[in-house]
C-alpha cells in the first residue's frame, strides 16, 4: 500500500508545530515566572524603605495588596494563601517578604498577627545542618522560641540479633527409667552459634518536639539453639550411655514493632540527639521461607544433618511481645539525611509452640529420628540496628519558656 507524500509531509509539519509550541509555552511560562519574581523582590524593595521611613501599616498594605490575588478574601490574607507567584519564587525571596511583616507587626505591638509569619519563616529559613541569613538576626531571639522538628520521616533499617528461648514447660519424649537426681531430659538454652539478621522499612511521625510515633516492619531471622541429653540402659554395663545432640533452630518471620520515642532536640553541636523508646511488637511466620532445625552430635562433626528439618508446622501463627531500647540520632547536614543506631530488647509474651502439633509425626518428623518434641516457651532476642532516614515535611513546635 503506497503512502499518500503530501499527506506524510502535513503529518511531519503538524508534529514540528506542536514541538514548536510546547516549547514556547515553557519559555514563555518561565519568563512569566521571572516576572513575577522580580515584582516580589521589589515588593520586597519597597517593604524595607517604608520599614526604614517608620510607614509599619504601608509594610503589611503591601503585602497585602500585591502579593495575593485581586479581591482575596479577609479571612484568606495569611502566609502559604499568596498568588501563584509569590509560591514558585525562591525561598529566600519569600523569607525577605515574611520578615518585613514579622517586623512591622511586632513594632505595631501585634504580636498574635506576626506569629503565623514567624513561624512560616523559621520553615524557609531551615537548609541543611545549619544556616543563617544575615536578615535573620534582627529577630533571633524571637524566633528561638521555637523548635523546627521532622514531622513525618522515612527510611529503612538493617541490623543483627541475639535471640535465646524460654522453656515454659518441659514436654521430654523419654522418661528416666529410674531416679535421678538431676533433669538429665531437660533441654539446655543457648544463643545460637552466628547471629540473625534483618532488614525493612520504617516511618516516624511526630507528636510534639521531643515525642513521636514509629513504625518499623521489617523481615526477621532468629536463631536458638538447645542441648538436648538421652540416657540409655546398655546391657551388661553397669553406666548407661549418654547421647548428647545439638538443635538449632533458624526462625524466619515478619514483624512489626510499635514503639513510642522519646528524642531531646539540638543535644550537642555535633548535633547527636539521644532518645528512648518503649513499645510492642507483633509478629506472623514468614511463608516465603521456611523455619528449620538443624540437628549435629554433639561434639562429632561427622554427624550433622545441615539440610535442616522443616519446623514451620510447630509454631504458632502469631506471637508479639514488649520492647525497650535506646540510640542516638544523627543529624548529618548532608541534604536532610539522618542516621540512627539503635539497640533494643525484646521480650515475647505468648507460648511460641504450636501443642497440637507436638506429638503428631505428621507435622515432627523429629519425634523418631532424634527423640525430641518441643517445649512450650517464648523468646527473647537483642537488636542491633543502623537506620537511615529522610525528612518528608518539618513543623514548628513552641519551646518552653
Not at 514548536?20 to 524595607?48: H, R
Not at 527473647?380 to 529522610?390: C, E, H, T
Request: hydrophobic share 35%.
Amino acid at each position: 500500500m503506497k503512502t499518500n507524500p503530501k499527506k506524510k509531509s502535513c503529518q511531519i509539519l503538524l508534529v514540528f508545530i506542536m514541538i514548536f509550541a510546547s516549547l514556547t509555552n515553557n519559555y514563555g511560562s518561565k519568563t512569566s515566572n521571572n516576572d513575577k519574581c522580580k515584582k516580589i523582590k521589589k515588593i520586597a524593595q519597597k517593604m524595607k524603605e517604608a520599614y526604614d521611613n517608620g510607614n509599619l501599616k504601608g509594610v503589611i498594605r503591601l503585602y497585602r495588596e500585591d502579593c495575593f490575588e485581586k479581591n482575596t478574601k479577609e479571612t484568606n490574607i495569611k502566609p502559604g494563601k499568596e498568588e501563584k507567584g509569590f509560591k514558585t519564587c525562591p525561598k529566600e525571596m519569600r523569607a525577605k517578604i515574611y520578615h518585613w511583616v514579622v517586623h512591622s507587626y511586632y513594632a505595631l505591638d501585634k504580636t498574635g498577627k506576626a506569629e503565623p509569619y514567624l513561624k512560616k519563616l523559621q520553615l524557609l529559613r531551615r537548609k541543611g545542618k545549619k544556616v543563617q541569613y544575615d536578615y535573620w538576626l534582627p529577630i533571633k531571639n524571637e524566633i528561638e522560641k521555637y523548635a523546627v522538628v521532622p514531622r513525618l520521616l522515612f527510611g529503612f533499617h538493617v541490623g543483627f540479633n541475639s535471640t535465646k528461648a524460654h522453656p515454659l514447660t518441659r514436654y521430654p519424649i523419654i522418661k528416666p527409667a529410674y531416679a535421678m537426681e538431676t533433669d538429665v531430659y531437660g533441654k539446655e538454652y543457648t544463643a545460637a552459634d552466628s547471629l540473625g539478621t534483618k532488614i525493612g522499612f520504617m516511618g516516624e511521625y511526630a507528636l510534639t518536639k521531643k515525642l513521636s510515633v514509629v513504625l518499623q516492619p521489617s523481615g526477621i531471622l532468629m536463631k536458638y539453639r538447645y542441648k538436648n541429653s538421652l540416657k540409655f540402659d546398655r546391657p551388661g554395663e553397669s553406666e548407661p550411655i549418654t547421647v548428647e545432640f545439638i538443635h538449632q533452630q533458624t526462625l524466619y518471620y515478619w514483624e512489626l514493632p510499635i514503639l513510642l520515642k522519646y528524642r531531646k532536640y539540638q543535644y550537642s553541636k555535633l548535633e547527636l540527639q539521644p532518645f528512648l523508646q518503649a513499645g510492642v511488637y507483633f509478629r506472623i511466620p514468614d511463608p516465603f521461607n521456611k523455619s528449620k532445625n538443624e540437628v549435629k552430635l554433639y561434639e562429632n562433626e561427622e554427624f550433622k544433618d545441615e539440610t535442616g528439618t522443616d519446623i514451620n508446622e510447630l509454631f504458632n501463627k502469631f506471637n508479639g511481645g514488649y520492647c525497650v531500647g535506646a540510640g542516638i540520632h544523627w543529624v548529618t547536614g548532608f541534604r536532610d539525611l539522618r542516621v540512627e543506631i539503635e539497640i533494643i530488647y525484646k521480650h515475647g509474651f505468648n507460648n511460641i509452640v504450636n501443642g497440637n502439633h507436638r506429638y503428631d509425626y505428621k507435622y515432627n518428623k523429629l519425634i523418631f529420628g532424634y527423640y525430641d518434641v518441643f517445649d512450650d516457651m517464648k523468646l527473647s532476642n537483642w537488636d542491633f540496628s543502623i537506620k537511615l532516614l529522610v525528612p518528608v515535611y518539618f513543623k514548628l513546635f513552641r519551646r518552653k519558656k
